[in-house]
């Protein structure tokens, strides 16, 4: 079955820097990789999403994430924060599985932007 | 319906009562999901359904929960006899399919205070 690390759990960083969330996952072939962002008080938004292809993979809200199979990362980038981003991020590995093992997401990583 | 509706949005019940969480999922989306997201933690799977086929109930914490799924849409979450440690965001969410490459699509959730 497969599994999501996301290693931080809390990560502060000032408006205008630079970004990347870490996300490692275990899967025995080639996964199906999603971001997703969750504002206080809502439901989970799609951010991006890899399933083949180029490995660097543009999302909403000016986010990147990049494949690298040998690392079995999918990191989530974006170059300049804004306040509005602070969020709760998670990560998520689909696979062929039907049912519940379809997807599986990391434990979330919680962004903090100072002005 | 455009998005995935849960209702209530926000519930307060006394210790010992029943609640209900009505999830009402896209339309044409077989696949349904139901997590549980306590104060800064990450998603707790707790059932999914997908179709016709037996739902997968290894995630619901006691007997105390149970879920159900009419007519292949609307589906309803409920507890019995709640405990504070019930008190949490219970988040649906809904997918076009079985395929873990689908696309997940979430509620707002449903905040569940138990005094």
């Known amino acids: 079955a497969q599994s999501v690390t996301q290693p931080d759990i809390h990560i502060t960083v000032s408006e205008g820097a630079s970004l990347e969330l870490r996300c490692n996952y275990s899967?025995?072939?080639?996964?199906?990789l999603f971001w997703y962002v969750q504002s206080p008080g809502q439901g989970l938004q799609l951010l991006l999403k890899?399933?083949?292809?180029?490995?660097l993979v543009q999302g909403i809200k000016g986010f990147e994430a990049e494949f690298k199979r040998s690392q079995s990362s999918f990191n989530l980038r974006k170059p300049s924060v804004h306040w509005s981003d602070a969020a709760e991020y998670f990560c998520?590995?689909?696979?062929?599985?039907?049912?519940?093992?379809?997807?599986?997401f990391g434990s979330g990583t919680r962004l903090q932007v100072q002005p | 319906g455009a998005g995935v509706s849960q209702s209530p949005s926000n519930k307060v019940t006394e210790k010992g009562k029943d609640v209900e969480l009505r999830c009402d999922p896209i339309?044409?989306?077989?696949?349904l999901y139901w997590y549980r997201q306590s104060l800064g933690q990450g998603l707790e799977f707790l059932i999914y359904?997908?179709?016709?086929?037996?739902?997968?109930k290894s995630g619901l914490p006691s007997d105390r929960f149970s879920a159900e799924r009419t007519g292949g849409s609307v589906s309803t979450l409920t507890i019995q006899r709640t405990q504070q440690e019930d008190s949490a965001v219970y988040l649906c969410?809904?997918?076009?399919?079985?395929?873990?490459?689908?696309?997940?699509?979430f509620g707002a959730g449903s905040r569940l205070t138990v005094l």
């Open positions: 969410a809904s997918r076009f399919g079985p395929s873990g490459a689908n696309v997940l699509t």
């Open positions: 899967y025995g072939a080639t996964p199906y």
């Open positions: 890899y399933f083949s292809g180029d490995t």
């Open positions: 998520a590995v689909g696979a062929f599985d039907t049912g519940r093992r379809a997807l599986t």
């Open positions: 339309s044409g989306h077989t696949a």
């Open positions: 359904f997908q179709g016709n086929s037996a739902p997968d």
